[in-house]
T-cell receptor, first 110, second 112 residues
Framework: GENVEQHPSTLSVQEGDSAVIKCTYS??????FPWYKQELGKRPQLIID?????GEKKDQRIAVTLNKTAKHFSLHITETQPEDSAVYFC?????????FGAGTQVVVTP | NAGVTQTPKFQVLKTGQSMTLQCAQD?????MYWYRQDPGMGLRLIYY???????DKGEVPNGYNVSRLNKREFSLRLESAAPSQTSVYFC???????????FGQGTRLTVV
């Protein structure tokens, strides 16, 4: 079955710097890779996603890259702001089975 | 516009008791999921249902059963609760495989 690994588990950045979170997956049948943000005490919410036929996608300060050959994908946040502080989860969808990484706690310090 | 609704929001059980967590979505979604969230372990898939009438095991199905009652509702049952099942449980739904999943507000379950 699918196994999604996510690194790092915690990430502390200065406001204005960039943050990068990396994930790997094991099932070559996975073809959809979303990223979710979860604020303390709240439900996870989608921030960006990418499909297997696309190598990169950008939405304002957030971008995701996918390398299907190497089975890894990454989230890039530029010009970080205090409101970016949260837990971020990557996920991989293999035929409807949506599985998540363990999460990255991002702390943006002013 | 409720989205995904879970009940209850909080529950305390004694070891060995049973209970059912309810989940309903009003977005006409085909796929529904149950996850548990534990500190440092992310969201682990318990069961999922790709469509009405089908259910499949996820990563951690032991100790749980599910019922896809109809297209709207997907319930999770703990037959004999154990302290290891203390967790926050999230239900989610999506229109199809490979589509955005929308989460409910979560159920915080404590088994003592």
């Amino acid at each position: 079955g699918e196994n999604v690994e996510q690194h790092p588990s915690t990430l502390s950045v200065q406001e204005g710097d960039s943050a990068v979170i990396k994930c790997t997956y094991s099932d070559s049948a996975s073809n959809y890779f979303p990223w979710y943000k979860q604020e303390l005490g709240k439900r996870p919410q989608l921030i960006i996603d990418i499909r297997s036929n696309v190598g990169e996608k950008k939405d304002q300060r957030i971008a995701v890259t996918l390398n299907k050959t190497a089975k890894h994908f990454s989230l890039h946040i530029t010009e970080t702001q205090p409101e970016d502080s949260a837990v971020y989860f990557c996920a991989a969808d293999s035929w409807g089975k949506l599985q998540f990484g363990a999460g990255t706690q991002v702390v943006v310090t002013p | 516009n409720a989205g995904v609704t879970q009940t209850p929001k909080f529950q305390v059980l004694k070891t060995g008791q049973s209970m059912t967590l309810q989940c309903a979505q009003d977005m006409n979604h085909n796929s529904m999921y149950w996850y548990r969230q534990d500190p440092g372990m992310g969201l682990r898939l318990i069961y999922y249902s790709a469509s009405e009438g089908t259910t499949d095991k996820g990563e951690v199905p032991n100790g749980y059963n599910v019922s896809r009652l109809n297209k709207r509702e997907f319930s999770l049952r703990l037959e004999s609760a154990a302290p290891s099942q203390t967790s926050v449980y999230f239900c989610a739904s999506s229109s199809a495989m490979g589509a955005e999943a929308f989460f409910g507000q979560g159920t915080r379950l404590t088994v003592v």
